[in-house]
């Protein structure tokens, strides 16, 4: 099903994932405008809670299920759903068409660890046409601390009962659970007030109770949240280790070693992510055999978008036209300049470009 915060952590292996949800960004964003079509998406806030990266999940875009979610991998690239985080917020939307849902599996593997997922919504109905919010909760059993899978999958038809195609949306993900303390699977240690560790103290019971930020038997293990990527080492509470080539506060940014060329991105080690015009590994070459000239930018191959006043296969063409400066009164037949004066068109002249020189004659 949508359980797409898995999306969100597409970064986490850095792997072909990153390259799809890179090329859905535009299509996203026309997304938010046009809205006339199925929809299901984790919004950036959402993202953001659970990765540290802020950017929009789509499941499904514009009544299509999006490749990542059919990759038979997909279950691999995912990190532990934290033990701070309960819940799941999305959106959806029909738009202009009638569409049916049915969750017809919500269940745990490890009831004694995490109980079954529940939905805010009915577990069957009508998916409303404008953008709603329901959540998916995520309710640690409270008896026992360890990571348990849960399965959700989502059934979605048009008004004559034909399933979308590649539904139903079917996801397995791991969920951390956490209890703090005192555990049922902790058991009691008479040199326990010698073994906590991290200011952790020993209980009645002999068994170490961990500050915030610490777990397991002896308060040896740190928690970071979100949690560390591309196999970083959480070594004390929100503090990352980086393995060699990554950085960030998460661990989320690669390094290159050689500067990405015309505003491309390093996204993984010594790897760049380049905007639409240009290729090769530092981004370096332009798809513009005739560079684009007055400002303008190279968007596809030998295709150059132009800054207002310029047209043209590669912008050759036109003139600058006027800029936003402040004059003191408007030119009439002009443009404002950068010193505040009025340059006039052909024809015009004055301080304020009000005089036709066709009256003069």
């Known amino acids: 099903m949508a359980r797409l915060p898995a999306a969100a952590w597409y970064l986490l292996p850095l792997c072909a994932t990153v390259v799809v949800v890179g090329t859905l960004k535009h299509k996203q964003q026309q997304q938010q405008t046009k809205r006339d079509n199925l929809s299901l998406w984790i919004d950036e806030q959402q993202v953001k809670m659970y990765s540290g990266l802020k950017m929009p999940i789509y499941a499904i875009m514009e009544g299509k299920v999006t490749p990542y979610i059919l990759d038979k991998n997909f279950e691999q690239y995912l990190p532990v759903i934290p033990s701070e985080v309960g819940y799941v917020n999305f959106t959806w939307m029909s738009g202009n068409k009638k569409y049916f849902y049915a969750f017809d599996i919500l269940q745990s593997d490890d009831e004694n660890i995490l109980e079954p997922p529940t939905v805010t919504i009915e577990t069957k109905g009508q998916i409303p046409r404008r953008p709603k919010v329901f959540r998916i909760l995520l309710p640690c059993s409270g008896n ?11 059934i979605i038809m048009n008004r004559k009962g034909r399933a979308l195609p590649d539904t139903p949306l079917k996801v397995k993900l791991r969920k951390e659970c956490m209890v703090r303390g005192t555990s049922k699977s902790t058991s009691p240690d008479s040199e326990c007030d010698k073994k906590c560790e991290n200011n952790g103290w020993c209980n009645a019971e002999k068994i170490c109770q961990c500050p915030e930020g610490y777990m397991g038997q002896y308060c040896k293990t ?24 990554f950085q960030g506060p998460h661990c989320e940014g690669g390094i290159c070693t050689e500067k990405c ?18 290729y090769g590994l530092r981004c370096e070459y332009s798809k513009c055999i005739i560079p684009c000239s007055n400002g303008g930018k190279c968007k596809g191959v030998n295709k150059c978008r132009c800054v207002y006043g310029f047209k ?11 800029q936003h400066f402040n004059c003191k009164r408007p030119c009439r037949q002009g443009y404002c300049t950068a010193n505040a004066t009025c340059r006039c068109e052909q024809g015009w002249s004055g301080k304020f470009c009000q005089r036709s020189n066709l009256s003069q004659n």
């Open 144 to 154: 026992n601390s360890g990571i348990a899978s849960f399965s959700i999958r989502l």
């Open 222 to 245: 740190a928690l970071c949240y979100p949690q560390c990527m591309n196999n970083g080492t959480c070594v004390a509470p929100g503090v990352c280790r980086c393995p060699l080539g």
């Open 312 to 322: 043209g296969d590669h912008c050759e063409i036109g003139q600058p036209m006027p």
């Open 261 to 278: 060329l015309n505003g491309g991105k390093c996204i993984q080690k010594d790897t760049c992510q380049c905007p639409k015009g240009f």
